[in-house]
């Protein structure tokens, strides 16, 4: 009996950790668009990208302006991976883009486009229409200094698609 017990806990540890892996693996799976800043992609080329698969798979766009030297996308990224739950709901419900900004390449022309940025990390918000329905400073975010769950999870629940139709018409009096 013992021995039975062993073999059965031990068969739903290594399924545990394999559904575990699964979970960790999706975040490869994520377009590189949605991974990394890079300076050498068209933020024209993934914007169409990310709309498409938002349209696909009934979500919003997330768009999220940074770079590799920024030492609060680096803070944010720190973030979301130390909060797992957090990092499912947003890749879940959103199409996340990441907009590099650097001396190297400003992306001036993109960065036209969007309403102006006052600092970084900076996110958008659009529909998968394209319709864009936020500017947001991620310093909204923060907490005493430091990303506040609460406040990622209740920006998460009130800008996903499912509040599209009030969002609009918010933003349109706005």
Known sequence: ???????????FLIHAFAIAGESFETSDSLPA???IYDDQRDPFSDAKAAIELAKKTNRNVLIEIGGNWCT??????AFLEKN?????????EYVLLKINVSD?????AFMKSLPPTLGYPHMYVSTATGK??????????????????EAWLSFLEKWNVGNNHR????????
């Open 167 to 174: 969002n609009v018409n918010q933003s349109e009096t706005d």
């Open 1 to 11: 009996m013992k021995h039975s017990f062993a073999i059965l806990l031990t068969a």
């Open 104 to 108: 190297s390449n400003e992306n001036e």
């Open 33 to 35: 668009y949605s991974r």
């Open 72 to 77: 609060w996308c680096h803070k944010m990224d």
């Open 84 to 92: 797992p739950d957090i990092y499912q709901k947003l890749h879940s």
């Open 132 to 149: 864009m329905m936020l500017s947001k400073d991620t310093a909204e975010l923060l907490t005493q200094g430091n990303y506040s769950r």
